[in-house]
């Protein structure tokens, strides 16, 4: 299964989009996965349901962060920057609202989360950005 399958199926079980891209990269982070779950959990729905850059994002950015975490700051954001721009030019943009309304879902950033069902899943794009920024961000480690 690769990291961008596995994205997806944490997104599936619940874990908000920054959670489930950062937790297919757990082994690589340093970190236990109960702590990449704590950290990104308030990452999601775009910074805790603001709908402002995407979670998944997010989630990769912190990835990068902690991978190449002995790079210059310079070297960090042109990576950060990479990811977000091959993400948008995949995906049409990197803001959250701006995904959910393409994909015709109404943004709303109270803070209670919708509950999870197949209607759910159906509607949103989310699993799939997931997927998308994990597999853009496992491509930039192999390239690195």
Do not use: H, W
């Not at 079980?13 to 779950?37: I, K």
């Not at 910074?47 to 210059?72: F, N, P, T």
């Not at 509607?123 to 950005?129: M, S, T, V």
Request: charged content about 30%.
């Amino acid at each position: 299964m690769t990291r961008a399958e596995k994205a997806k199926e944490y997104f599936k079980q619940g874990y908000n989009c920054a959670q489930s891209v950062m937790l297919a990269f757990a082994d690589r982070l340093g970190l236990p996965e109960e702590r990449v779950a704590a950290l990104a959990k308030p990452m999601g729905a775009g910074l805790g349901r603001l709908r402002e850059m995407c979670g998944a994002v997010s989630g990769g950015a912190m990835c990068l962060g902690l991978i190449y975490s002995d790079v210059e700051r310079r070297e960090m954001y042109t990576l950060v920057q990479d990811f977000a721009k091959r993400f948008q030019a995949e995906n049409g943009s990197y803001n959250c609202g701006e995904l959910l309304t393409g994909a015709g879902v109404r943004p709303e950033n109270l803070p209670t989360p919708e509950e999870r069902t197949e209607a759910y899943y159906r509607k949103r794009p989310c699993a799939d950005l997931v997927y998308s920024a994990a597999r853009i961000l496992e491509e930039m480690t192999e390239e690195n």
